[in-house]
């Protein structure tokens, strides 16, 4: 099993940034790749980046060279700069494990997940 635990979340006006943190425990060796996700409630959780455990990463087109992801494989963290946020980046951040073949932006193929950081941007 694995488990996540976020932290970094907060509130910060429009064009401002954040770090997100998440702590990965458990059977790391068994996760494929990591992501961060957005939800607002009452709707789907948005994929925001993924990042693979060997190498590789990706990012929705809405926040591409704004944010970036990356993992420490030495501290078990994945973490996801923010920058020039925007009020339509507010909402709860999740971060996920797939220990799949990994699904990218897409929640259905992450298998553990935090419990959320919450993100309020003011204009």
């Known amino acids: 099993q694995v488990q996540l635990a976020e932290s970094g979340g907060g509130s910060v006006e429009a064009g401002g940034s954040l770090r997100l943190s998440c702590n990965v425990s458990?059977?790391?060796?068994?996760?494929?790749?990591l992501g961060w996700f957005r939800q607002i409630a009452g709707n789907e959780r948005e994929g925001v980046a993924f990042v693979y455990t060997d190498s590789g990463r990706n990012y929705n087109d809405r926040v591409r060279d704004r944010f970036t992801i990356s993992f420490d494989n030495t501290k078990n963290t994945v973490s996801l700069q923010m920058n020039s946020l925007k009020p339509e980046d507010a909402g709860m951040y999740l971060c996920?494990?797939?220990?799949?073949?990994?699904?990218?932006?897409?929640?259905?193929?992450?298998?553990?997940w935090g419990q959320g950081t919450q993100v309020t941007i003011s204009s």
């Open positions: 458990g059977n790391i060796r068994s996760v494929r790749c």
């Open positions: 996920a494990a797939d220990t799949g073949r990994c699904s990218g932006l897409h929640a259905w193929g992450y298998n553990a």
